[in-house]
């Protein structure tokens, strides 16, 4: 009889936080146990709308792959265990697969005329301006991906190229300027160019023989341009998942939610009692998230390009 009770309490404080209209009963058992808000567990409002974006996508067609994708970026870059933060899920239901890793969000940029920045553990800013470096939450679906040479880079006492799969997103609502703002996935890793070697027979040198050599940087659950990023391992496993077979993806908080909650935190009220959800331990850190939509914000940024002094071409020095 406790048991029972105690797992009733638990849904009820599930609903809560998942908000009006969370129901848990078309959930699958082996799926609920994995609903809540501790490490490594999928929030109720997150999980809710990516299933039903997913099955909505099934439905129309625009996707035939049995597995969708979720992202909380309200969660915190590092777990109590002092590892990587878990905010980012694969799931499967068919065959009954749950899996949550880490994430990158986007960084932002600290202007003069407006300080959207994010720091390195929570995420304060969120928008969908094209330049913003930030990450909006709403509707995707995985579309083609594009392999791209970045540059060489030392791998086992070896100069070896260094390839990132892109994985483009198509947005919808508030996202569907995804292509635009080129927002996808990749590995969380980029090559710090530092100078050139010659090399005429790759197919990627320049026109006098020359490619790049740098440092490669992995900046696994760190901060991104706006994309999601993933470890290398990670990385791999979803673009093989998704390449010719796209899936859905829906990555929590919208600007709708990130106005409630900072309508609600403003009034001193509590999220769970208005139906609204955020990680308390970011929200604690952040105080009052802010959503800075494309109307407003991105005049802001193409004034901050314009004011830019022109810059010469870079041209990297030989490596010695």
């Known amino acids: 009889m406790i048991s029972v009770l105690r797992r009733f309490s638990v849904i009820a404080a599930l609903s809560l936080a998942a908000g009006p209209g969370w129901a848990s009963g078309d959930i699958p058992a082996w799926l609920q146990r994995h609903v809540g ?28 792959n049995p597995c969708y994708f979720a992202m909380d970026a309200t969660r915190p870059s590092t777990g109590s265990d002092g590892q990587p933060g878990r905010r980012f899920y694969v799931i499967c239901e068919g065959d009954r697969t749950f899996r949550a ?17 994010n720091g390195r553990e929570c995420a304060r800013n969120f928008s969908n301006a094209e330049g913003s470096k930030l990450t909006a939450g709403g509707n995707y679906v995985t579309a083609e991906t594009r392999t791209s040479f970045k540059g060489y880079h030392t791998q086992s006492g070896k100069r070896t190229p260094f390839y990132r799969t892109f994985i483009l997103f198509d ?15 990749h590995r ?32 696994t659950s760190g901060r991104s341009n706006g994309c999601t990023t993933w470890s290398e391992e990670v990385s ?27 309508r609600a935190v403003q009034k001193g009220r509590s999220l769970g009692a208005e139906g609204l959800y955020w990680n308390a331990s970011c929200l ?21 390009r314009r004011s830019l002094p022109k810059q010469p071409p870079r041209v990297l020095p030989i490596c010695q």
Not at 171 to 185: D, K, L
Request: hydrophobic share 35%; proline share 6%.
């Open 236 to 262: 791999a496993e979803i673009v093989g998942m998704v390449e010719g077979n796209p899936a859905a993806l829906y990555i929590y908080p919208e600007g709708k939610d990130i106005n409630a909650v900072a």
């Open 284 to 304: 604690g850190k952040i105080g009052t998230p802010k959503f800075w939509p494309k109307r407003k914000l991105q005049p802001i940024i193409n004034d901050w």
């Open 188 to 219: 969380a890793a980029f090559l710090r160019w530092q100078c050139r070697f010659e090399n005429p027979g790759s197919s990627h040198a320049d026109a006098e023989g020359y490619v790049p050599y740098g440092r490669l940087v992995d900046y």
């Open 101 to 117: 890793t880490s994430s990158g969000y986007g960084n932002g940029r600290k202007l003069e005329r407006a300080n959207f920045a």
């Open 37 to 64: 808000v501790g490490e490594g567990q999928i929030a109720p409002v997150v999980l809710q709308r990516a299933r039903e974006l997913h099955q909505r996508k099934r439905a129309e067609g625009a996707v035939r």
């Open 171 to 185: 947005g919808e609502g508030e996202t569907r300027n995804a292509r635009e703002r080129a927002i996808g996935g």
